[in-house]
C-alpha cells in the first residue's frame, strides 16, 4: 500500500524537522528540535523500504539495539516510532564532523590523541559487547567527535552473536575496508565481537596513517587483501604497532577483547581531570565552530519531510549543501525553501556540439529574465607548474576550449565560467587549493587534480564542503566512491586496460584454428605492485574457461628483479603466440629488447604505463609491432574528435596532448548534471546526487558510471599500435579489433 504521509509533513513524531543531513540505503537523516528547544538527529525510513518487512525487521532491530547500549561513547537513542505508516529514530545530535572527515581535512593524528580515541572507542565496543551485541559496522563514517570524545553511530546492521536469521548465505555486511577477515569471507567462522576489535583496528590505522590497512580500491580487491594480505601498517606511530598488529590478526581468537584493547591503548595517557585535550586544536574549532552555528537555528523555516523523497531542505544558498551524515551541519544564514531537483540522467548526443538538449526553457536558463542567463563556475584544480604540468595543462586548455564553445551558443540555458588553481603536484598546496575551491559558494564542482596522491589528499575536504570531484585522468582507484560519495572517476580504472588487450587475442583466435585458439603468455611484473599482479590475474582469469581453447601461462618477475631473460624463456617453451606484459615502462623496455633478441614475432602487448615516447626511445626498433592499451583518445587522429583537435590547434598552435579531449566532455558532463538542478540554490549537493546517474555522450565516449564504485564504464579503451617507429592509433578496441584485417 501507499504509505501515509504526515499530517504536518514540517514535523514528526513532536520535532520540527530543520534541515536534511543526509541519506543511506536504509534512510533520509534530519537534523530536529523538540519542543523543548534540544537538537536531535532523525531517520526516517525511505518510503520504498516501509512495506518491506525485511526492511522493517531490520529497524526494529537497530532501535533495540541502540537502546539496549549504555556508554558515553554511543549516541544515544533519545526516541523512536517503528511501528507507524513513517517509522523514525531519534538520536542525540552530535554537530562534529565524522572521523574520516577530520582526518582528510587536518591530517593523521598523533599517538597521544590516537590513544585516547581508541581508549573511549574501545570503552563504546565494550558496552555493545556487554549488550550481546556485534557493531558489524566500525568505521571513520561512523564515529563522530564532539568536545569530550567520539561518538559511535549506526546501528543498522548490528545483531546478536548468535543471531543469523538476517544474514543471507555469502552475504558480506560491513564496509570493504574496515570490516574483518571472517565478515570478507561471508561464511566461516561466527562473526563476533573480535570483529569489532578488528575494525577498530583498521579504524586507528587509518587515523595515525591515513591510509587503510588492506589499501583502496574496488570492494571486491579491498575484501581479497582483508583475507589474504598482511596489513599496510606504514606511517602508524612505533609505539602502537604491536597492539594494532594484534587487533589486525587474522584469526579472530588471537585479537584482544575490546575492554582488553582499552586498557593497553590507555598505558601513560593522564588521568581524567587533568585537562589534556583530546584532539588537536584545529578539530576542537572545527567541532566548536559548528556547535556555535546551531545557536542560529530556532529562526531556520521548517524542512518539509516526503518519506522516500529528497524533497525541500531549508538551508541557506550561501551555506552551501547539508552533509550526508548526522555529524555535518552548516551555518544557516539567509533562509529560504529550495527544491532538490530529480535524480535521473538524459542522454545527450554529439557532446558539447549538441546542447539544444540542454534547453527546456527557451533558451533562458531557469528563473533567467528574459534575454539573460545565470552564471555557474566550475573549478579545475590542477598541476600547472610541477612535475605533472604538461598533463594539467591539457587539462585547463582542454576545459577552457569546452567552456568557449559552451558559451557561444545563443541557446545555452545558463553561461559557464572556469576558475583554474595551481596545486603545483605537492600534497600542501593541493590541500590549500581543494580550501580555496571549497570556500568559494560560487563553484559548483571540480574537475582533476592530476596525480593519485592528490586525489587522496583532497577528496575528504571536497567532500566536506560538499563539492562533486571528478578525475579526468586518474585509474589508480586511490580514492573510491564507497568512501567519497562526492569523488567520480570519468576514465575506466587501470585493471580495465587489459580490455583492448583481450579483443586483440580475440581478434587473432578468430584468425587462427579455432581449435587451437591463441596461446597466451602473461607476465606479472612484480615491480609494479598491485596493477601488475590483478590485471594479469584478470587477464589469465579472462582465457580460464571451458569456452576458450588453451589456457594461458602465467609467469612472474620477481620484486626488484631486472632480467627478464628466464620468464621469456619459459613462455617460449610453451610455445605461446602472444605475449602480455602487464608492468611497468622499463620492465617493457627489457622484454622487448628480449623478445627482439630471440626473434619472437607474435603479438606483443602492454598497458597504457608503456604508452610512452621514453618507450620508443629507448627500446627502438624493438618496440616495432607492439598493441598498447590506453584510456586516452589520440585527438588528432580519431574522427569524432578531429573538430575538437582543429579547434585546439587554432588556438594553441599545437596538437591536443593526451587528455585534453576528455576534460572537454567533462565539463560538458558537468553542465549536463547542472542543467537539472540549476537555479535551486543547493547545486552542489544536488550535483554530488545526480552526476552519478547522469548519462553523457561526449565527443571520446559515452559517460555511464557504475553506482556503486562511481567509475565510468568500459567506453573509452583504446588501442594502439607501434608502427614506423611512432604510435598508430587504431580506435576503441572494439573498432580496432572488428574493422582490422590481420
Known amino acids: 500500500m501507499e504509505p501515509l504521509r504526515p499530517t504536518d509533513p514540517s514535523h514528526i513524531g513532536g520535532y520540527r524537522l530543520l534541515r536534511r543531513l543526509g541519506a543511506g540505503g536504509m534512510g533520509v537523516v534530519y537534523l530536529g528540535r523538540s519542543s523543548?528547544?534540544?537538537?536531535?538527529?532523525?531517520?526516517?525510513?525511505?518510503?520504498?523500504?516501509?512495506?518491506?518487512?525485511?526492511?522493517?525487521?531490520?529497524?526494529?532491530?537497530?532501535?533495540?539495539a541502540a537502546r539496549r547500549v549504555r556508554s558515553?561513547?554511543?549516541?544515544?537513542?533519545?526516541?523512536?516510532?517503528?511501528?507507524?505508516?513513517?517509522?523514525?529514530?531519534?538520536?542525540?545530535?552530535?554537530?562534529?564532523?565524522?572521523?574520516?572527515?577530520?582526518?582528510?581535512?587536518?591530517?593523521?593524528?598523533?599517538?597521544p590523541y590516537a590513544r585516547q580515541l581508541g581508549v573511549r572507542l574501545a570503552e563504546a565496543l565494550a558496552a555493545v559487547h556487554a549488550a550481546d551485541l556485534v557493531h558489524r559496522d566500525v568505521k571513520p563514517g561512523n564515529i563522530l567527535l564532539a568536545l569530550d570524545g567520539p561518538r559511535l553511530i549506526d546501528f543498522g546492521i548490528a545483531r546478536s552473536a548468535q543471531d543469523t536469521a538476517l544474514t543471507g548465505l555469502n552475504m558480506v555486511i560491513g564496509s570493504p575496508g574496515f570490516l574483518s577477515p571472517e565478515q570478507a569471507r561471508a561464511h566461516g567462522p561466527v562473526v563476533g565481537p573480535a570483529s569489532d576489535v578488528f575494525s577498530l583496528g583498521c579504524v586507528l590505522v587509518f587515523a595515525t596513517s591515513g591510509r587503510r590497512p588492506f589499501g583502496a580500491g574496488s570492494p571486491a580487491a579491498m575484501l581479497y587483501r582483508t583475507v589474504h594480505a598482511e596489513a599496510d601498517l606504514r606511517g602508524v606511530p612505533e609505539g602502537l604497532?604491536?597492539?594494532?598488529?594484534?587487533?589486525?590478526?587474522?584469526?579472530?581468537?588471537?585479537?584482544?577483547?575490546?575492554?582488553?584493547?582499552?586498557?593497553?591503548?590507555?598505558?601513560?595517557?593522564?588521568?581524567?581531570?587533568?585537562?589534556?585535550?583530546?584532539?588537536?586544536?584545529?578539530?576542537?574549532?572545527?567541532?566548536?565552530?559548528?556547535?556555535?552555528?546551531?545557536?542560529?537555528?530556532?529562526?531556520?523555516?521548517?524542512?518539509?519531510?516526503?518519506?522516500?523523497?529528497?524533497?525541500?531542505?531549508?538551508?541557506?544558498?550561501?551555506?552551501?549543501?547539508?552533509?550526508?551524515?548526522?555529524?555535518?551541519?552548516?551555518?544557516?544564514?539567509?533562509?529560504?525553501?529550495?527544491?532538490?531537483?530529480?535524480?535521473?540522467?538524459?542522454?545527450?548526443?554529439?557532446?558539447?556540439?549538441?546542447?539544444a538538449a540542454l534547453r527546456g526553457d527557451g533558451g533562458r536558463g531557469s528563473g533567467a529574465r528574459a534575454g539573460s542567463v545565470p552564471r555557474h563556475t566550475i573549478g579545475l584544480q590542477a598541476d600547472l607548474s610541477g612535475p605533472g604540468a604538461t598533463l594539467g595543462r591539457a587539462l585547463e586548455r582542454g576545459a577552457q576550449l569546452a567552456v568557449a564553445d559552451f558559451n557561444a551558443r545563443a541557446d545555452r540555458p545558463f553561461t559557464l565560467a572556469l576558475r583554474v588553481r595551481d596545486d603545483a603536484g605537492r600534497l600542501d598546496r593541493a590541500r590549500e587549493v581543494a580550501g580555496q575551491l571549497g570556500a568559494d559558494k560560487g563553484v559548483l564542482a571540480v574537475i582533476g587534480p592530476t596525480s593519485d596522491a592528490v586525489a587522496s589528499a583532497v577528496a575528504g575536504p571536497y567532500h566536506t564542503a560538499r563539492l562533486a570531484l571528478v578525475s579526468v585522468s586518474l585509474g589508480a582507484d586511490t580514492v573510491s566512491h564507497v568512501e567519497y560519495r562526492n569523488y567520480l572517476a570519468s576514465r575506466a580504472g587501470d585493471t580495465r586496460l587489459i580490455l583492448p588487450l583481450l579483443a586483440q587475442v580475440g581478434r587473432r583466435t578468430r584468425q587462427r584454428d579455432r581449435a587451437r585458439g591463441t596461446v597466451v603468455g602473461v607476465i606479472d611484473d612484480r615491480n609494479?605492485?598491485?596493477?601488475?599482479?590483478?590485471?594479469?590475474?584478470?587477464?589469465?582469469?579472462?582465457?580460464?574457461?571451458?569456452?576458450?581453447?588453451?589456457?594461458?601461462?602465467?609467469?612472474?618477475?620477481?620484486?626488484?628483479?631486472?632480467?627478464?631473460?628466464?620468464?621469456?624463456?619459459e613462455l617460449l617453451a610453451y610455445r605461446v603466440d602472444a605475449?602480455?606484459?602487464?608492468?611497468?615502462?622499463?620492465?617493457?623496455?627489457?622484454?622487448?629488447?628480449?623478445?627482439?633478441?630471440v626473434g619472437f614475432d607474435g603479438d606483443r602487448m602492454a598497458l597504457q604505463p608503456v604508452r610512452e615516447p621514453r618507450f620508443l626511445r629507448e627500446a627502438g626498433a624493438a618496440a616495432e609491432g607492439w598493441y598498447l592499451s590506453s584510456a586516452f583518445v589520440d585527438a588528432s587522429a580519431y574522427a569524432r574528435t578531429k573538430a575538437f583537435a582543429?579547434?585546439?590547434?587554432?588556438?594553441?598552435?599545437?596538437?591536443?596532448?593526451?587528455?585534453?579531449?576528455?576534460?572537454?566532455?567533462?565539463?560538458?558532463?558537468?553542465?549536463?548534471?547542472?542543467?537539472?538542478?540549476a537555479g535551486t540554490g543547493a547545486e552542489r549537493e544536488a550535483l554530488i546526487g545526480r552526476l552519478p546517474r547522469t548519462a553523457y555522450r561526449g565527443i571520446t565516449k559515452e559517460f555511464r558510471f557504475d553506482p556503486d564504485s562511481g567509475v565510468v564504464s568500459e567506453a573509452g579503451l583504446y588501442l594502439s599500435r607501434v608502427v614506423d617507429g611512432r604510435f598508430r592509433f587504431l580506435g576503441t578496441y572494439e573498432e580496432a579489433t572488428k574493422s582490422r584485417r590481420g
Not at 574549532?285 to 531556520?300: D, M, N
Not at 605475449?579 to 633478441?597: F, H, K, S
Open 646 to 677: 582543429a579547434g585546439y590547434r587554432s588556438r594553441y598552435g599545437t596538437a591536443p596532448p593526451r587528455y585534453a579531449a576528455e576534460a572537454y566532455d567533462v565539463v560538458g558532463l558537468v553542465a549536463r548534471g547542472l542543467r537539472g538542478v
Open 72 to 111: 558515553p561513547w554511543v549516541a544515544a537513542v533519545t526516541d523512536a516510532e517503528t511501528e507507524s505508516d513513517t517509522p523514525w529514530l531519534a538520536t542525540a545530535y552530535v554537530p562534529g564532523p565524522a572521523l574520516g572527515e577530520a582526518v582528510a581535512a587536518f591530517g593523521p593524528l598523533t599517538e
Open 528 to 569: 609494479a605492485g598491485d596493477l601488475s599482479w590483478q590485471a594479469a590475474r584478470d587477464f589469465a582469469a579472462a582465457l580460464t574457461s571451458d569456452s576458450y581453447p588453451t589456457p594461458p601461462l602465467t609467469v612472474t618477475v620477481a620484486r626488484g628483479a631486472t632480467d627478464v631473460r628466464a620468464p621469456v624463456a
Open 241 to 355: 604497532l604491536p597492539l594494532l598488529g594484534a587487533c589486525l590478526d587474522k584469526d579472530p581468537a588471537r585479537r584482544p577483547t575490546a575492554a582488553e584493547l582499552g586498557e593497553r591503548l590507555a598505558v601513560g595517557l593522564p588521568g581524567e581531570g587533568e585537562g589534556a585535550p583530546w584532539l588537536p586544536e584545529p578539530v576542537i574549532r572545527l567541532i566548536a565552530g559548528r556547535s556555535t552555528e546551531l545557536l542560529a537555528l530556532p529562526a531556520v523555516e521548517a524542512t518539509v519531510q516526503v518519506p522516500g523523497e529528497v524533497a525541500q531542505v531549508a538551508q541557506s544558498p550561501e551555506a552551501g549543501a547539508a552533509g550526508d551524515g548526522p555529524g555535518t551541519a552548516t551555518g544557516p544564514g539567509r533562509r529560504r525553501l529550495l527544491a532538490f531537483a530529480s535524480a535521473g540522467g538524459v542522454l545527450v548526443a554529439g557532446g558539447l556540439g549538441t546542447w
Open 579 to 597: 605475449i602480455a606484459y602487464l608492468g611497468l615502462l622499463p620492465g617493457a623496455v627489457a622484454v622487448a629488447r628480449e623478445l627482439r633478441r
Open 36 to 64: 523543548g528547544g534540544g537538537l536531535v538527529a532523525i531517520k526516517v525510513i525511505l518510503a520504498d523500504r516501509v512495506d518491506d518487512p525485511s526492511f522493517r525487521v531490520r529497524f526494529r532491530r537497530e532501535v533495540a
